[in-house]
């Protein structure tokens, strides 16, 4: 796994936005960017050149799950990997995540442990399929 | 009054009057007009009633109208404080633990930098110039060290007190729930009062629509108690 990848953190939550990105610091991430809200975080991933996305699901403006979609539709953004992490718990949302093209779901309240374990467990899957 | 019985008084009041006889007549027409009273005071008892049942409804919207126009911005100023509170609290608590942070990377490079110089000292390899200059590291380190020990202690306490934010938002959290409760309470009297039934009238809400954090403990069978639970239900889907 690259390191040095662009990852592109969306949470309305500044210090939630704040803790993942510390997290991610602790894993090796240091190229890290935020935005606080799909409305925000799309434009920054058409023209950014980013490669992985951690977003929340209830957010004010473009929610996360209508950002997801957004990646998914576009022609150039398609294959980006997407990280849910929200407190969205019901099992409906999470089919409908999946359905839409989630690579990972964490529920809030996480740990460290489990972003990372996720973030390995979702670029293992993209080096055996590529 | 059966109209039959009024049909027939009125026939005698009649025959009484053809036959002049003022006093029967008098009194046939005292009873006709009870029966009309004994009504007509049901009917006011009644109004009386309503009128009282209307103004109690009226006193107790103008503790709606109190409610809405002042308890319910007070308590939506109350909940932003809270927000404002904890966000506060939880970056207070970031920037003391992010100094840590680079203060003990710092800390762990400089012990690893003078452990191998140190082991090479101790098997004779080093030349006395080389020595020197450990030494100076060696004080270096010491102070960084106690810099660091010094640090650590504010910046944990700095933690600790952060986290007064708990005590602060649960009180006014608190206030904001006894509002609510009797919003509650007004809506339910004022609902049972216009005669409505209370029954089961939540809204079916849309399955995905987020709604945020999980309040409390849920025996829900829809929702994901954990982790684990969301990982079984993915990896079902092929995950």
Redesign the interface.
């Known amino acids: 796994m690259n390191k040095d990848m662009k990852i592109l953190i969306v949470d309305d939550f500044s210090t939630m936005r704040r803790i993942i990105k510390n997290l991610l610091r602790d894993l090796g991430f240091t190229n890290t960017h935020e935005a606080d809200d799909g409305t925000t975080a799309l434009p920054m991933l058409q023209g950014g050149n980013y490669d992985f996305l951690i977003t929340d699901w209830n957010m004010p403006g473009m929610q996360g799950i209508d950002l997801l979609k957004a990646v998914r539709a576009d022609a150039k953004l398609f294959g980006l990997p997407v990280l849910m992490v929200t407190a969205e718990a019901k099992k409906d949302q999470i089919v409908v995540a999946a359905q839409a093209g989630v690579n990972g779901y964490i529920v809030k309240p996480f740990t460290a442990e489990i972003l990372s374990e996720k973030i390995n467990k979702i670029f293992e899957r993209l080096a055996a399929t590529a | 009054m059966a109209d039959t019985s009024r049909l027939k008084q009125a026939r005698a009041l009649v025959r009484a009057l053809e036959r002049g006889n003022e006093t029967k007549a008098n009194d046939l027409v005292r009873e006709l007009a009870n029966g009309t009273e004994f009504s007509l005071f049901q009917e006011v008892g009644k109004l009386t009633r309503q009128l009282h049942d209307t103004l109690v409804n009226v006193e107790q919207d103008s503790r709606l109208v109190e409610i809405a126009g002042s308890e319910l911005p007070d308590a939506r100023a109350r909940l932003d404080f809270v927000i404002n509170k904890?966000?506060a609290a939880?970056?207070r608590t970031?920037n003391a633990?992010?100094t840590l942070?680079l203060l003990s990377e710092k800390n762990k490079a400089g012990a690893e930098n003078l452990s191998d110089q140190w082991f090479r000292f101790t098997r004779g390899e080093m030349a006395i110039a080389e020595f020197k200059a450990l030494c100076h590291d060696i004080t270096r380190f010491l102070e960084d060290v106690n810099e660091f020990a010094t640090k650590s202690h504010g910046n944990l306490s700095e933690i600790l007190m952060a986290q007064d934010y708990q005590d602060l938002t649960g009180q006014v959290i608190r206030r904001v729930i006894d509002v609510v409760q009797e919003v509650e309470n007004k809506l339910v009297d004022l609902i049972r009062l216009s005669g409505g039934k209370l029954g089961s009238t939540s809204k079916l809400k849309n399955?995905?629509e987020?709604?945020?954090?999980?309040i409390g403990p849920t025996a829900n069978a829809?929702?994901?108690a954990?982790?684990d639970d969301?990982d079984d239900?993915?990896s079902s889907?092929g995950?």
Not at chain 2, 210 to 214: D, F, K, L, V
């Open positions: 904890t966000e939880v970056h970031l633990v992010e942070l399955g995905t987020a709604e945020g954090p999980q829809q929702v994901v954990n982790q969301v239900l993915l889907l995950f």
